[in-house]
Each structure stands twice: as C-alpha cells, then as structure tokens.
C-alpha cells in the first residue's frame, strides 16, 4: 500500500483528484480548439445529418494527424491498422504427419507498442519546446518591472497574466532621461496582436525600441511616430501590430501628456466622480508607417485614479462566453475607492477569477492603476 502511494504520489505531483479532473478538461479544450481551428464544420445544403456528422468526425481525424510529421503520420496509419480485428488472426492445419499447428498474431500488442513509441516520440517534443518556453519566460520576467518604482505623488500598482507561458503584454513605469523633460516618468502599456512565442518576442522588439527611444530628445508624438515607423520594420505588413498608451508623468506640475495608439482608452476617474477617457493619439503601431500622432493632456489631483487596462481584462469570458466587460471594471473601481492600488488590483483580479469561473483564459490580461496623493 505504501509502494503504491508513494508512486501514486509521485504520479500526480500530489495533486488532488478534482484538481486532476479540471486539469484534463482544461486540456482537452484547448486541444479540442487547436484542432477545430482547421475543420470546416459548415453543413452543405442536400447532405444528410449522419454523413454530415462522419464529414466532420474525418475532417477533424485529418486535422490531427496533419499535425504530425510526415514519418509519425505513417507510424500512426499503421499502429491503427495494426489495431483492427482485421490483422488480429489465428490459423489452424494439419502437417503431413496429422499434427495440429497453430498460428496466431497479434496485430493489437504491435499496434499498441507503436502508439506508444509515438507518444514518446511527441512527449520528448513537447519537453523540448516546454523548456525552451521556461527560458523564454525568464528572460521575459527580466523585461517588465518587477515592482513599482517611486514616483512621487502617486501610487501605483500592476500586474500581468499571460494566456500562455509568455505574453504580448508589456508595461513599465521608468523616469524619462530626456533633458527636455527632467525629472518626468514614462508611463507605457502595451498588447502585441497574437498570443504566445511570436507576441513576446515582438514584446521584446519594443521594450527595447521604447527604452532606447525615451532617451532622445524628443516630444511624446515624436516618439510614438519613432516607435511606429521601427513596429512597421517587424510587424508583417501590418499583422503584427501593437496597441499602446504611452504617457509622460510630470510629479512637479501633475501634468500628464499621452498618446493612445489604439489602446483601450484608459480611465480616468476624478475623485468628483466624474469620468474621462482617454483617447487622444492614433492607430496601433506597425499599421502605418506615416500614420499621424496627436497627444492629449491632462492634470491630476489629489485623489484621482487612473485605470489603464489591456482588452483581455474587459474581454475576459465565462464558461457562457460572457464578457467582464467595463461596466463591471468600472464597478469594482467605485467599490474600492478607499483601498490602495495593489489591494484594488488584487480585488479585480479576483473578481475576473469568479466571473470566469475556470472558463479558459483567451488572452493575456494586464492591469496597471495609479492613484495620486
């Protein structure tokens, strides 16, 4: 009993049954989504329901197999075709000597030694690509701030989940070296379009052109324009573009000067109550590569919040394929308007958890709040 605990144990890393349980729907749904993505599921006028159904059921066996390469494609055909009962046979005839001999094979052990050659075979990739994934989570943690710097006269509070191991979401708050602007801070959120490995590295690409860029001598539409023309050099014709807001922080004057290059507008809540948005600015990075900027401003005082947000916040869906959506953002904001930033954001976070209810996470959510003193 022991022995079989401890490799239970070692089996499930400890992890409860129901746990394991929400773990393999988890699984299978994003599996189930990988696959789908490829099959036309439409149903032609004329076709009855039931060959209708086995279209799809071998359109989707296609979809599977076709993500295999070529040499495990004609390993699995013949692991199948080792499994049928066709091969699975027993012959029986007399010798010359009227002795009974006995023939039998066993497609099915054969067919299922091959299956988990394959399984193998995929495992040992999927080890190889998760550790190379881990990397490129590590590297992409030393990118984004690992707390909030001070700022003096505000608060500030952020937080970020990737959908995957790494993210196209970046956000930064840094002090602008530019000598027009002393003393002034850089506020940045960004969404890279996709998910996953090619959104981080374009993640990458402007972390590293706005930190170069933020210390030239330059106007905050003059370093959105900069940003652009760099994002449109590595965007794929304007597939890869990026949505951000980028604004400069003056603590002496509480100046803010923005530009939102398609991002959600952020929120921006007075302590009267009143609410603005801003949406001065442009199109997304790496659209356009002479697309105009404009900037906005604002001043802040005592007891303002800004609420600046990716779309995968408001856009988070329930297991109903509901949106949290900004009403509610906006909701969780007039509740807490007492709390600090970091308990605030720690209460929308947890608010997203109970609306999406295990749902899974389609996109990555990123939140940064800051409240002036």
């Known amino acids: 009993m022991k022995r079989f605990r401890r490799f239970w144990l070692r089996v499930t890393e400890g992890v409860a049954l129901s746990q394991l349980g929400m773990q393999f729907w988890a699984d299978a749904r994003s599996s189930y989504r990988l696959y789908s993505r490829d099959v036309d599921s439409t149903w032609t006028p004329g076709i009855g329901r039931v060959k209708h159904f086995f279209n799809v059921v071998s359109r989707f066996l296609w979809a599977v197999i076709e993500k295999l ?14 499994l049928s009962p066709v091969l699975n046979m027993q012959m029986a005839w007399h010798d010359n000597h009227g002795q009974s001999v006995n023939l039998s094979f066993n497609g099915s052990f054969w067919g299922g030694m091959l299956l988990l ?43 970020t989940r990737p959908a995957n191991t790494v993210a196209g979401d970046y956000y930064d708050v840094f002090p602008r070296s530019d000598p027009n602007s002393p003393g002034a801070y850089l506020i940045t959120i960004a969404d890279v ?39 449109c050099g590595n965007s794929q014709n ?34 009267t109550g009143a609410i603005e948005r801003l949406h001065a600015g442009g199109i997304p990075l790496g659209i356009l590569e002479d697309a105009p900027y404009e900037s906005g401003m604002v001043t802040l005082e005592s007891g303002d919040w800004l609420v600046i947000f990716t779309d995968g916040v408001t856009e988070a869906e329930n297991v109903r394929a509901e949106e949290y959506g900004e009403a509610r953002l906006m909701a969780m904001l007039r509740a807490n308007l007492a709390a600090a930033p970091q308990a605030l954001l720690n209460a929308i976070l947890l608010d997203t958890d109970r609306f999406t209810a295990g749902a899974p996470q389609h996109d990555d959510i990123t939140l940064m709040l800051l409240r002036v003193s």
């Open 238 to 271: 304007g597939r890869r573009f990026t949505t951000t807001f980028i604004a400069e922080y003056d603590p002496a004057s509480r100046g803010l000067i923005y530009v939102n290059a398609g991002h959600n507008p952020p929120i921006l809540r007075r302590r």
């Open 117 to 159: 050659v394959l399984l193998v075979l995929e495992v040992s990739d999927r080890v190889v690509m998760k550790r190379d994934l881990q990397i490129a989570k590590e590297i992409q943690a030393w990118l984004l701030p690992p707390g909030p710097p001070h700022v003096p006269g505000l608060e500030i509070a952020f937080a």
């Open 69 to 82: 390469t070529p040499a495990r494609r004609v390993l699995l055909l013949i692991a199948l075709l080792l």
């Open 193 to 231: 379009a996709g998910k996953s490995m090619p959104a981080a590295m374009l993640m990458a690409t402007f972390q590293a052109s706005l930190k170069t860029l933020a210390g030239t001598a330059s106007s905050l539409t003059d370093l959105a324009s900069r940003m652009n023309k760099y994002a």
